[in-house]
T-cell receptor, first 111, second 113 residues
Framework: GENVEQHPSTLSVQEGDSAVIKCTYSDSASNYFPWYKQELGKRPQLIID?????GEKKDQRIAVTLNKTAKHFSLHITETQPEDSAVYFCAASPINNDMRFGAGTRLTVKP | DGGITQSPKYLFRKEGQNVTLSCEQNLNHDAMYWYRQDPGQGLRLIYY???????QKGDIAEGYSVSREKKESFPLTVTSAQKNPTAFYLC????????????FGPGTRLTVL
């Protein structure tokens, strides 16, 4: 089955700096790659996603890139703000929609 | 935040007792999922169901059971066979098919005393 690895496990940046989180996946049949943000004690919320027929997608300060050949995808947050502090999860979904998640990255944005 | 609900928010049980966690959605989604989240870890798939009266085991199904008698409901039973049940449990739903995002419930925190 699908295996998703996520790095780093923790990330601390200064307000205004950029943050990058990277994930790799194992199943070449995976075709959907969402990113979720989870604040402490709350449910994960979808923040951006990308499908395998697209290499990059951007939504304001958030962007995701996908390299299908290398089987990795990344989340980029620019101009970080304290409210961006949370745990971020990547995921990969193979053909049967059986989604697998990375272990998460705890992002701390220092004011 | 509406659409998918879980109850209760906090649940305490004694060792050896079975307990059932509720998950209900009014999003008209066919697919539903149960995940377990431990501190500092990601989401691990327990069970999922793509359609009523059908479900499949995920990566950590041992000690858990589910039913899917109605489209709106996907209850999870944590049995006494689950050796380490204390965790945060998240239910999710989606439209089945290729590349569909999942929407999560607020979660139930289960503590075994």
């Amino acid at each position: 089955g699908e295996n998703v690895e996520q790095h780093p496990s923790t990330l601390s940046v200064q307000e205004g700096d950029s943050a990058v989180i990277k994930c790799t996946y194992s199943d070449s049949a995976s075709n959907y790659f969402p990113w979720y943000k989870q604040e402490l004690g709350k449910r994960p919320q979808l923040i951006i996603d990308i499908r395998s027929n697209v290499g990059e997608k951007k939504d304001q300060r958030i962007a995701v890139t996908l390299n299908k050949t290398a089987k990795h995808f990344s989340l980029h947050i620019t101009e970080t703000q304290p409210e961006d502090s949370a745990v971020y999860f990547c995921a990969a979904s193979p053909i049967n929609n059986d989604m697998r998640f990375g272990a998460g990255t705890r992002l701390t944005v220092k004011p | 935040d509406g659409g998918i609900t879980q109850s209760p928010k906090y649940l305490f049980r004694k060792e050896g007792q079975n307990v059932t966690l509720s998950c209900e959605q009014n999003l008209n989604h066919d697919a539903m999922y149960w995940y377990r989240q431990d501190p500092g870890q990601g989401l691990r798939l327990i069970y999922y169901s793509q359609i009523v009266n059908d479900f499949q085991k995920g990566d950590i199904a041992e000690g858990y059971s589910v039913s899917r008698e109605k489209k709106e409901s996907f209850p999870l039973t944590v049995t006494s066979a689950q050796k380490n049940p204390t965790a945060f449990y998240l239910c999710a739903s989606s439209i089945p098919g290729l590349g569909m995002s999942q929407y999560f419930g607020p979660g139930t925190r289960l503590t075994v005393l």
